[in-house]
C-alpha cells in the first residue's frame, strides 16, 4: 500500500477523465503534525466547476445512468462497495496525512463507516418504493414514481470527508442523479483515490466529478444554474448563506450544519462506564465533530464527582502525533483552527469558568503542530459563550443542574439541535429524557449513527436528513401519474 500517487496531482476528476485545471492555482496540504506541506493538487475556479457542472449536466440529461433500472444501478454501486472495501487502510490514512484524524480514530471511522453507509444504503435500493401504483380516490388507479432530482452539488467538510461525501454521493448515485463533488481545501487527497473507484466500478463518464476548492468557488458551485440540488455539510454560518441562495432560485437543499451537543449525566448512572462513554462521544476526532457532546450536564448532589471524573479520564487520553496508533487526540486540521480554540479557552476563564484540566499552551512534550490542551471547564453557567458557540475542538463544559426537568430545559437552551446523549442505569428514564430534547439524533448509554434510521439536526443544526430511507429519498422527486378508470 502506498499513498505517494496522491501527493502530487496536476488534475481533476471532470468527465470521466483527468482533467487538466482552468489556472495555475495550487493547494498546498500542509501536516497538521509537523507544520509542513505534505502534498500540491490544483485548486479549483469557476471555470473547473462550471466544466465540471456541464459534464455532470449531459450525463443527467444525455447519459445513461438516469435510465438505468434501479437494479442496474445497485450493480454498479455494489461493484463500487468491493472495491472500496479493499482500499479502506489506504482511505484512513490518507485522511490522517492530509487532516491529521488520529489513526485510532481513521481505522474506526474515516473509512470503515463511509463503506458501511455504501452497504446499508444497497439494502435500503433494494426495497425502496421506486414505482407504486396506488388506488386513487376518483377510482382510478395512480401510479407514483420516485425520478432522479438532478444534479448535485455535494460539498462536504474537511472534518470526515468520506463519510460526509458518501452520505450524499451514494444516495444520489442509487437515485440516478449525477454529482459534482466539491471537497474541502483541506481535505483533496482521498477525492483521488474515490475517482480511481468510481471508474473501475465501472461508473459512466460525467456521472460523479470531483473539483476541490475553496470558499468562494464553493459558492459558484451552490448558485450554479444548471444544478438542481445542493447538499451541504459544514458551519451553520456558510449553511445559511447556501440556504439563502437555493431559496431564491427553488433549489432543493439539504444541509447538515452545527451542533453543541449536551451529555446529561443522571445520579444513577455509573460513573465508569459514563466516562467511557464520553471519552470517544464527546472528544472523537481530536473533538472535531459536529456531534461532539461538549455539554456535559451534571445534577448538583454529584457535580464535583463527575468533574473529577471527567478530568480523570481527559487527562488520560494520549495527545500527539496522529499516526501513532495509541494517539486519541491529534492536532487540529490548521493553524486558524488552532487559534480559534485557543481564543474559546481564553473567552472561558474570562467568563469566570474554571479550568479543571488543560488551559491556554500545548500539550506538554510537543512544540510544534497545530495541538491544543485537552481542556475541561467547571463552574459553567450555559449563558457563557462557551456553552453556547460551537469550538470544534478537545475544550468540554461541565454544567450543573437542579433536577431533571433542568437538565432538559439547559439541554435545549442552545440554537443547535443536532445530537445528545443521556447516561442512567434506568432505560425508560433514558428514553423519557430523549423524547423531550429538542435533537434529530439522540442516545440512551451510548451515541452512534446507525446507517439505517435517519440523521440531522432541529434549529440551526440543519435542514434535512440523511442515511436511511429518508435519506435517499432527499435525492428524488415524486411525479403522479393518473390514468383511466
Given at each position: 500500500m502506498s499513498i505517494d500517487r496522491f501527493l502530487d496531482r496536476d488534475t481533476f476528476f471532470i468527465d470521466g477523465d483527468w482533467a487538466a485545471p482552468a489556472t495555475s492555482d495550487v493547494l498546498e496540504v500542509v501536516s497538521p503534525h509537523s507544520e509542513e506541506v505534505v502534498a500540491r493538487v490544483p485548486e479549483g475556479s469557476t471555470a473547473d466547476i462550471d466544466a465540471?457542472?456541464?459534464?455532470?449536466?449531459?450525463?443527467?440529461?444525455?447519459?445513461?445512468?438516469?435510465?438505468?433500472?434501479?437494479?442496474?444501478r445497485i450493480d454498479v454501486v455494489q461493484a463500487f462497495s468491493g472495491l472500496y472495501a479493499a482500499k479502506l487502510a489506504e482511505m484512513a490514512e490518507l485522511i490522517t496525512v492530509e487532516m491529521?484524524?488520529?489513526?485510532?480514530?481513521?481505522?474506526?471511522?474515516q473509512s470503515p463507516a463511509p463503506w458501511m453507509q455504501i452497504e446499508t444504503f444497497l439494502g435500503i435500493a433494494r426495497e425502496f418504493p421506486w414505482e407504486e401504483e396506488r388506488p386513487g380516490a376518483l377510482g382510478a388507479p395512480v401510479v407514483v414514481r420516485r425520478e432522479p432530482v438532478g444534479v448535485v452539488a455535494a460539498i462536504p467538510?474537511?472534518?470526515?470527508?468520506?463519510?460526509?461525501?458518501?452520505?450524499?454521493?451514494v444516495p444520489a448515485l442509487l437515485a440516478g442523479c449525477t454529482v459534482v463533488v466539491k471537497p474541502a481545501p483541506e481535505?483533496?487527497?482521498?477525492?483521488?483515490?474515490?475517482?480511481?473507484?468510481?471508474?473501475?466500478?465501472?461508473?459512466?463518464?460525467?456521472?460523479?466529478?470531483?473539483?476541490?476548492?475553496?470558499?468562494?468557488?464553493?459558492?459558484?458551485?451552490?448558485?450554479?444554474?444548471?444544478v438542481d440540488k445542493v447538499a451541504f455539510t459544514g458551519s451553520t454560518a456558510a449553511g445559511r448563506r447556501s440556504a439563502a441562495v437555493c431559496g431564491e432560485q427553488l433549489k432543493r437543499v439539504s444541509l447538515e450544519l452545527g451542533g453543541k451537543s449536551a451529555a446529561i449525566v443522571l445520579d444513577d448512572a455509573d460513573l465508569a462506564t459514563t466516562m467511557a462513554g464520553l471519552r470517544f462521544t464527546a472528544l472523537m476526532n481530536s473533538g472535531q465533530a459536529c456531534v461532539a457532546q461538549t455539554r456535559i450536564l451534571a445534577s448538583r448532589r454529584n457535580y464535583s464527582a463527575v468533574v473529577d471524573a471527567l478530568v480523570e479520564t481527559v487527562a488520560s487520553m494520549p495527545v500527539g502525533e496522529p499516526a501513532d496508533p495509541a494517539t486519541e487526540i491529534g492536532p487540529l486540521v490548521a493553524q486558524r483552527q488552532q487559534e480559534r480554540v485557543e481564543k474559546y479557552i481564553a473567552l472561558g476563564q474570562e467568563e469566570g469558568a474554571r479550568v479543571a484540566l488543560g488551559g491556554n499552551g500545548m500539550p506538554d512534550g510537543l512544540d510544534r503542530g497545530w495541538y491544543v490542551?485537552?481542556?475541561?471547564?467547571?463552574?459553567?453557567?450555559?449563558?457563557?459563550?462557551?456553552?453556547?458557540?460551537?469550538?470544534?475542538?478537545?475544550?468540554?463544559?461541565v454544567i450543573p443542574y437542579d433536577d431533571v426537568d433542568g437538565a432538559i430545559r439547559i439541554a435545549n437552551d442552545s440554537d443547535y439541535g443536532l445530537a445528545g446523549t443521556v447516561w442512567t442505569a434506568d432505560r425508560e428514564a433514558g428514553l423519557d429524557v430523549a423524547r423531550r430534547v429538542r435533537a434529530g439524533t439522540y442516545g440512551v448509554n451510548t451515541y452512534t449513527m446507525d446507517f439505517a434510521a435517519p440523521f440531522g439536526g432541529y434549529k440551526a443544526s440543519g435542514i434535512g436528513r440523511e442515511f436511511g430511507p429518508e435519506g435517499l429519498a432527499q435525492y428524488t422527486e415524486l411525479k403522479s401519474i393518473y390514468t383511466e378508470a
Amino acid at each position: 500500500m502506498s499513498i505517494d500517487r496522491f501527493l502530487d496531482r496536476d488534475t481533476f476528476f471532470i468527465d470521466g477523465d483527468w482533467a487538466a485545471p482552468a489556472t495555475s492555482d495550487v493547494l498546498e496540504v500542509v501536516s497538521p503534525h509537523s507544520e509542513e506541506v505534505v502534498a500540491r493538487v490544483p485548486e479549483g475556479s469557476t471555470a473547473d466547476i462550471d466544466a465540471a457542472v456541464a459534464a455532470a449536466r449531459r450525463a443527467l440529461d444525455e447519459g445513461p445512468w438516469p435510465r438505468l433500472s434501479p437494479q442496474e444501478r445497485i450493480d454498479v454501486v455494489q461493484a463500487f462497495s468491493g472495491l472500496y472495501a479493499a482500499k479502506l487502510a489506504e482511505m484512513a490514512e490518507l485522511i490522517t496525512v492530509e487532516m491529521g484524524s488520529p489513526t485510532s480514530f481513521a481505522n474506526l471511522a474515516q473509512s470503515p463507516a463511509p463503506w458501511m453507509q455504501i452497504e446499508t444504503f444497497l439494502g435500503i435500493a433494494r426495497e425502496f418504493p421506486w414505482e407504486e401504483e396506488r388506488p386513487g380516490a376518483l377510482g382510478a388507479p395512480v401510479v407514483v414514481r420516485r425520478e432522479p432530482v438532478g444534479v448535485v452539488a455535494a460539498i462536504p467538510p474537511w472534518n470526515v470527508p468520506q463519510f460526509t461525501i458518501m452520505s450524499k454521493l451514494v444516495p444520489a448515485l442509487l437515485a440516478g442523479c449525477t454529482v459534482v463533488v466539491k471537497p474541502a481545501p483541506e481535505t483533496p487527497l482521498d477525492g483521488y483515490l474515490l475517482a480511481e473507484l468510481l471508474t473501475e466500478a465501472g461508473v459512466p463518464a460525467g456521472v460523479v466529478n470531483i473539483v476541490a476548492a475553496g470558499r468562494e468557488v464553493g459558492e459558484h458551485l451552490v448558485a450554479h444554474p444548471g444544478v438542481d440540488k445542493v447538499a451541504f455539510t459544514g458551519s451553520t454560518a456558510a449553511g445559511r448563506r447556501s440556504a439563502a441562495v437555493c431559496g431564491e432560485q427553488l433549489k432543493r437543499v439539504s444541509l447538515e450544519l452545527g451542533g453543541k451537543s449536551a451529555a446529561i449525566v443522571l445520579d444513577d448512572a455509573d460513573l465508569a462506564t459514563t466516562m467511557a462513554g464520553l471519552r470517544f462521544t464527546a472528544l472523537m476526532n481530536s473533538g472535531q465533530a459536529c456531534v461532539a457532546q461538549t455539554r456535559i450536564l451534571a445534577s448538583r448532589r454529584n457535580y464535583s464527582a463527575v468533574v473529577d471524573a471527567l478530568v480523570e479520564t481527559v487527562a488520560s487520553m494520549p495527545v500527539g502525533e496522529p499516526a501513532d496508533p495509541a494517539t486519541e487526540i491529534g492536532p487540529l486540521v490548521a493553524q486558524r483552527q488552532q487559534e480559534r480554540v485557543e481564543k474559546y479557552i481564553a473567552l472561558g476563564q474570562e467568563e469566570g469558568a474554571r479550568v479543571a484540566l488543560g488551559g491556554n499552551g500545548m500539550p506538554d512534550g510537543l512544540d510544534r503542530g497545530w495541538y491544543v490542551r485537552p481542556t475541561v471547564f467547571a463552574d459553567v453557567d450555559n449563558r457563557m459563550r462557551i456553552a453556547q458557540e460551537e469550538i470544534f475542538g478537545p475544550v468540554l463544559s461541565v454544567i450543573p443542574y437542579d433536577d431533571v426537568d433542568g437538565a432538559i430545559r439547559i439541554a435545549n437552551d442552545s440554537d443547535y439541535g443536532l445530537a445528545g446523549t443521556v447516561w442512567t442505569a434506568d432505560r425508560e428514564a433514558g428514553l423519557d429524557v430523549a423524547r423531550r430534547v429538542r435533537a434529530g439524533t439522540y442516545g440512551v448509554n451510548t451515541y452512534t449513527m446507525d446507517f439505517a434510521a435517519p440523521f440531522g439536526g432541529y434549529k440551526a443544526s440543519g435542514i434535512g436528513r440523511e442515511f436511511g430511507p429518508e435519506g435517499l429519498a432527499q435525492y428524488t422527486e415524486l411525479k403522479s401519474i393518473y390514468t383511466e378508470a
